[in-house]
């Protein structure tokens, strides 16, 4: 049990003699708690709203010390809330009424959406989730209770029997283990006593779903009622399955012997009356359909030491499953084997793993091979990020010590291919001197040399206000980290700044508005050969909050070479010049040893130029146009007997 005071307190033996409490929040001085709501979907996330306005939530509430998220910016409405309503399936589900509105989440708390429609004017004061309905809820009003499920437009009052403009506290819903038609609901008021009601039942309208339609013979199948209407009654047929008959609500287990074709129907009925559905050919049951294999894992590249929970994501009812590894030096962690269907694996060696799964169900096997899948030590470079899947692709992740504004990403022109870049909202975050990181996935720079950095990045400044940028390296996968770079403005276009500046928030418009566009500086490269050698290396991108202007970053880039230096000096090595350009590059390498190869990328890695050359004794002399390309940041690659070189160049 938990109470609210001026701290939340918990109580885990309250029906003993004696309960002890133990106080979970030092969240420092403020009014007391208004509401508390625990998911019943997830007993560990906790909510905690206060009569100062603040909003808290927690997603250990049952360990020894829970941690909190202050979720304060994120309310849909000014004003204390006054009740909050979990979801009691879907952990992520959260309701919440505030003043006159009622207001839905699908994340926890981060994002809302308006449920209000045509609801009075009027105070709302409670809400409550009815699940026999499809999203059934019931608020509590200054003018009685009103209701709304998701085959209703709009909210309807619900106040048959009730005292005119009873105002209702409370709201709480009676569940009868027998049956759903001795549901009931209970209504507290405000010097009107206390009230009760059947739920609200209209005619049924009969729909339903399964968990899958397509089944090898010998697969069992979950279905689910989506009636409207609170049916009280389910009458199931399946011809075909075993067993053929159900009265539960939501069948489970239904099993298919026979390869064929077959209808499934619903018969549903309340005391509004009765309705029907029947689902012809909705169910195939093949005896030649082989597993579907897939897989995925919680993370690719890891850090040296890390274990990787694998999950079987195969269709078609599998049975059986075999996990191989190139090279196999693995370890089976957590009493798994390599029969598990989802094993827990450490990998030993460095370097990129293979991983295939065999899977097989009642007519056969199947499996499915994905090549340099897991990482040990980190992602091999060349490594580009832009964004564009958000920050889980790569498995980036944010450190915001103050659980208010971070790092996330935005559509935002000027970054084609695409429209995703990476940005801190500086110009709105209040917190003068916070500090917020945006961590990259661990990389491994085992083997090379001449490992660079490069980045794009927008920022205009506000007035005399100077946010910074600063880059961090760690070579311990983020245990401890070493500043090498340090960037704001200056109040000049020479340091830092892509565009002029400006009193309104920032907002890239064009390539123009990016770093080496019209304005301000050309975008950075950062030496990393440090760190060459290497793997366990994490980059850390830090934003220093002087409630400035918005920050930017997009094209993220690191390259290397496998054993050997860049450009360098010496046969072999290349010049190129003009650098910058605008059109023409002179080409100049000395004594090449036999045919050269060049390649012209871009900073995603596109080649958008090849040429091959035989040449003779001496020098090698030739030209690459840059003319028809976009300004920005390119690469010559040049490949010859056993040596590749790298150089950046900038079209102008």
């Not at 009931?184 to 968990?211: C, K, N, Q």
Request: aromatic share 12%; with cysteine.
């Amino acid at each position: 049990m938990f109470a609210g005071f001026k701290n939340v307190w918990r109580c885990t033996n309250i029906r003993a003699n004696t309960p002890v409490w133990t106080r979970i929040t030092d969240l420092g001085l403020g009014n007391d708690c208004a509401v508390l709501e625990q998911s019943q979907a997830n007993t560990d996330v906790l909510y905690l709203a206060r009569y100062d306005n603040r909003f808290f939530r927690s997603d250990n509430c049952n360990d020894g010390t829970p941690t909190w998220v202050e979720l304060t910016s994120f309310l849909p409405a000014s004003g204390t809330p006054t009740d909050i309503e979990a979801h009691p399936i879907d952990p992520d589900i959260v309701y919440m009424t505030i003043g006159n509105e009622i207001f839905k989440s699908t994340n926890k708390g981060l994002t809302w959406t308006d449920l209000s429609g045509n609801l009075p004017n009027i105070h709302i004061s409670t809400v409550a989730y009815y699940r026999n309905a499809q999203e059934g809820l019931y608020v509590g009003t200054d003018a009685g209770v009103y209701y709304k499920d998701a085959s209703l437009t709009n909210w309807i009052l619900f106040n048959t029997g009730m005292p005119v403009s009873a105002r209702v506290t409370e709201l709480e819903v009676y569940y009868d283990n027998d049956s759903v038609s001795s549901d009931v609901i209970r209504a507290s008021t405000y010097g009107r006593g206390l009230w009760g009601s059947d739920m609200y039942h209209s005619a049924p309208e009969a729909d339903f779903t399964a968990d899958k339609t397509l089944i090898p013979v010998g697969c069992a199948i979950d279905f689910s009622d989506l009636s409207n209407g609170v049916p009280t009654s389910w009458q199931w047929t399946f011809p075909g399955g075993t067993p053929s008959f159900s009265t539960t609500k939501h069948p489970q287990d239904i099993l298919y012997l026979t390869p064929g074709v077959y209808q499934v129907k619903l018969v549903i009925g309340n005391e509004a009356g009765t309705d029907s559905i029947t689902k012809l050919n909705y169910i195939t049951v093949s005896s030649s359909l082989l597993p579907g294999v897939d897989f995925t894992a919680d993370k690719n590249a890891l850090c040296v030491g890390d274990f990787v929970q694998f999950t079987d994501l195969t269709e078609y009812c599998p049975t059986a499953w075999t996990w191989e590894f190139i090279p196999s030096t693995v370890i089976y962690l957590l009493g798994t084997t390599q029969n598990s269907q989802n094993p827990t694996v450490l990998f030993t060696e460095n370097g990129a793993y293979t991983v295939t799964l065999t899977a097989t169900n009642s007519n056969g096997t199947s499996s499915t091979t994905k090549t340099d899948f897991i990482l040990n030590g980190g992602y091999i470079p060349p490594f580009e990020e832009n964004f564009e899947n958000g920050f889980q692709t790569h498995h980036w992740s944010t450190v915001n010590p103050d659980s208010q504004m971070t790092w996330d990403t935005i559509s935002v022109p000027g970054v084609a291919p695409g429209n995703k870049a990476a940005w801190m909202n500086l110009f709105n975050y209040v917190w003068i001197g916070k500090r917020d990181q945006l961590v990259s996935p661990v990389m491994n720079f085992s083997g090379m040399t001449g490992v660079t950095l490069d980045f794009r990045h927008a920022y205009a400044q506000r007035d005399v206000l100077k946010d910074s940028l600063i880059l961090l390296v760690s070579e311990d996968c983020g245990a401890t980290w070493s500043r090498i770079l340090a960037l704001g403005p200056n109040g000049t276009p020479a340091i830092f700044v892509t565009h002029e500046p400006t009193m309104d928030p920032f907002f890239p418009q064009s390539a123009d508005d990016w770093c080496s566009g019209n304005y301000g500086v050309d975008c950075y490269q950062v030496d990393l050969d440090a760190w060459a050698g290497k793997n366990n290396v994490k980059l850390a991108f830090e934003s220093y909050n002087r409630r400035g202007n918005n920050l930017f970053l997009d094209d993220i880039w690191v390259t290397g070479v496998v054993g050997i230096p860049n450009a360098g000096s010496g046969p072999g090595s290349f010049r190129i010049y003009p650098n910058p350009s605008t059109g023409l590059v002179n080409l100049y390498m000395d004594q090449p040893e036999g045919e050269v190869h060049v390649q012209l990328l871009d900073i995603r890695g596109r080649v958008h130029l090849t040429q091959s050359y035989q040449p003779g004794p001496g020098s090698l002399k030739t030209q690459l146009d840059l003319g028809g390309l976009a300004k920005g940041i390119y690469f010559v690659k040049v490949i010859t007997r056993g040596a590749i070189r790298i150089e950046k160049i900038v079209k102008d």
